[in-house]
């Protein structure tokens, strides 16, 4: 399936409401997404960094619904409502967090299924994610930092984050993006 420009796509965000700093955020996080899916392709990792662009801007869609943790479902929702490729709906549903798997998920008032990345490219678009906080990038120690925070220092969460910054990292050849 052709994937949308990336005007188009920002309009959509636009026509389906999300706020400006949201829509910032996401092409943030979409800058950074795309240079490290060239990082892993030029260590020779398959990747494919259109999907990784187009993907990355759409992760927060649901944000223009909901702010808290079923904003990857509700987008994931809206995106397929819109004819996006399916490869598109996966990444917006496993970004939130560093994946959320069916036990955590149902607690948390999700469905009751994996919302853990799995595809190179969504692995990347979860940690593209958490390394910005706003606009801004940010290091990996305050990713674990704000998580431990959030959700206590105990949290499989934390070690998710962990296992997938150690992931990207060698695929990547390269461990910091600030």
């Known amino acids: 399936m052709k994937l949308p420009t990336r005007t188009n796509t920002i309009r959509f965000l636009s026509k389906i409401g999300t706020p400006k700093k949201v829509i910032d955020h996401c092409i943030a996080v979409s800058n950074l997404a795309t240079a490290i899916a060239k990082a892993c392709e030029g260590n020779g990792t398959p990747v494919d960094v259109r ?86 990038r940010i290091g990996v120690d305050e990713v674990i930092e704000e998580f431990s925070k959030i959700l206590g220092s105990n949290h499989p969460a934390l070690n998710r984050f962990r296992d997938l910054h150690r992931e990207i990292s060698t695929l990547a050849g390269r461990s910091t993006w600030n």
């Open 51 to 136: 999907l990784v662009e187009i993907a990355s801007l759409l992760h927060d869609s649901g944000r223009s619904l909901t702010h808290d943790v079923r904003h990857g479902v509700i987008g994931s929702a809206l995106a397929r409502a819109n004819g996006f490729d399916e490869r598109i709906v996966r990444i917006i549903e496993t970004h939130v967090g560093a994946g959320i798997p069916a036990d955590e998920a149902e607690a948390i008032g999700l469905p009751k299924r994996n919302f853990m990345p799995q595809t190179v490219e969504e692995k990347i678009v979860a940690y593209a994610d958490k390394l910005v906080k706003g606009k801004r």
